[in-house]
């Protein structure tokens, strides 16, 4: 069985080259991660602690968050991470963490939302005549009893804010509702939940069942496309300011 995620299917979409390097080639990337990624793991750490504490039903304090937050950045940070906004320093990003957890924190007490499981893995077998699966895992799912309907809640601690638009088109929570539809039921209601954490502001879209019948569809031709690529050329775009392979990519190497 072939495995993709929906990171990996989005590498390809955004850079082939980069999808080669990354995936067949296997090199080793210029720098272990960014400052960015470093406050987006810390972040998602702490809230997959604080939920697991509310699961065994204890509610930790605003200052026991940030201890804990505090913690998790010292024990995983390194003095090499790559900062890509130059005008920002590394205690600046820490300092935005502490923000987005107190946000979160004072907007979302008492915390009585249903919560299931967090980082739940998942696994969807495309069609039964391709060896294909998609894997993941959810930040948190919940259950909305009073609106009888399972809650997929993801974290996002990237600057921008997309449009309702462009979440409607999403991908990835998508793929995470064909995973919940296949363990509870294809009937059972499903909310698409984004938590933006930079701005506070939490964004809710759904899917019809026609939608999730052709992601899946669109998900089986993008897989392959990728099977039968055969030339890896490079997408120059702003993402490259991230990319942890551009010392091998030709466009950046002339």
């Known amino acids: 069985m072939i495995k993709y995620s ?72 390194k003095k090499d991470f790559k900062i890509t906004k130059f005008n920002l320093s590394s205690e600046e990003y820490f300092n935005k963490g502490v923000k987005f957890l107190i946000d979160y924190y004072l907007e979302n007490q008492p915390f009585q939302d249903g919560t299931i499981e967090l980082e739940k893995e998942i696994e969807i077998h495309l069609h039964p005549n391709y060896p294909y699966k998609i894997t993941g895992f959810i930040d948190r799912l919940s259950y909305n009893s009073q609106k009888r309907l399972y809650e997929i809640h993801d974290y996002k601690t990237a600057g921008t804010l997309p449009t309702q638009e462009k979440i409607n088109k999403d991908r ?70 991230w990319c942890e392979f551009k010392s091998s990519c030709s466009a950046w190497n002339k």
Do not use: M
Not at 16 to 32: A, G, N, T, V
Not at 185 to 210: F, P
């Open 6 to 77: 929906h990171s990996k299917l989005s590498t390809f979409e955004q850079c082939k080259l980069k999808y080669k390097l990354k995936y067949i080639d296997k090199i080793k990337p210029d720098f272990e991660k960014t400052i960015e990624a470093h406050l987006g793991i810390c972040v998602h750490l702490v809230l997959e602690w604080l939920y697991k504490q509310i699961l065994d039903e204890k509610i930790p304090k605003l200052d026991e968050i940030i201890l804990k937050y505090t913690e998790i950045w010292k024990q995983e940070f």
């Open 172 to 241: 990835q929570l998508a793929i995470y509702g064909l995973a919940i539809r296949e363990i509870y039921g294809k009937d059972k209601e499903i909310a698409l939940i984004w938590h933006y954490l930079d701005h506070n502001k939490k964004i809710i879209s759904s899917r019809t069942e026609q939608q999730y019948d052709y992601l899946k569809q669109e998900i089986l031709r993008l897989i392959k496309e990728i099977e039968s690529t055969k030339n890896f050329p490079t997408t120059k775009s702003i993402l490259c300011d």
